[in-house]
């Protein structure tokens, strides 16, 4: 059972360039969600999906654009990636209830220069 | 609104001496309250969670926190530290009825020395 997979674990980008982190989960979770993870700053929401075909903003949207074409992928694509993009990104997926478990994927630490 | 304040950035203890960390959240409706451990280039694990059943609730490795509406806080401990227990914690908050607003704390590094 994978869980949450990211991929890639690490990437470096020049400014302006583009790239989609990509994030599979296996569970049927209908809930999944995108996270930046910066110093000092816990873990802010990118975006998030309640299920196939439906996204949503979260705190820090400015920058990325997400699809939910099936249950188990959520990719999240940098349009134009920016140095204050520079960060560890990090993919959950949960059941959409409260109060249920977000289990995370291992993360991918990107640097845009 | 739902907030949670991590009230210490570092924390440091001997092995075999307790932990405490320490976290204070704020919410309209009931919340559901968790625990997260990071170890260094690894990914977030559950350590523990509370839905309002028991108020002290029990995790993995020895960790537990208390809820307490009075306080409004949501404090992790642990009897006797290990050195692996060096890692991240965050404390979160998601209302009740949303799972989509998890709310991050800032984080609480713990360093346990020998």
């Known amino acids: 059972n994978a869980g949450v997979t990211q991929t890639p674990k690490f990437q470096v980008l020049k400014t302006g360039q583009s790239m989609t982190l990509q994030c599979a989960q296996d569970?049927?979770?209908?809930?999944m969600s995108w996270y930046r993870q910066d110093p000092g700053m816990g873990l802010r929401l990118i975006h998030y999906s309640v299920g196939a075909g439906i996204t949503d903003q979260g705190e820090v949207p400015n920058g990325y654009n997400v699809s939910r074409s099936t249950t188990e992928d959520f990719p999240l694509r940098l349009l134009s990636a920016a140095p204050s993009q520079t960060s560890v990104y990090f993919c959950?997926?949960?059941?959409?209830?409260?109060?249920?478990?977000?289990?995370f994927g291992q993360g991918t630490r990107l640097t845009v220069v | 609104a739902q907030s949670v304040t991590q009230l210490d950035s570092h924390v440091s203890v001997s092995e075999g001496t307790p932990v405490l960390l320490r976290c204070n959240y704020s919410?309209?409706?009931?919340?559901?309250l968790f625990w997260y451990v990071q170890h260094p280039n690894k990914g977030l694990q559950l350590l523990l969670k509370?839905?309002?059943?028991?108020?002290l609730v029990k995790g993995i490795n020895g960790f537990e926190a208390e809820f307490k509406k009075s306080e409004t806080s949501f404090h992790l401990t642990k009897p006797s530290a290990h050195m692996s227990d060096a890692a991240e914690y965050f404390c979160v908050v998601s209302p009740s009825y949303n799972t989509d607003k998890l709310i991050f704390g800032t984080g609480t590094r713990l360093q346990v020395f020998p």
């Open positions: 569970m049927n979770h209908e809930y």
């Open positions: 919410s309209s409706y009931s919340p559901s």
């Open positions: 959950a997926s949960s059941y959409v209830k409260g109060g249920t478990e977000a289990f």
């Open positions: 509370y839905t309002s059943a028991a108020t």
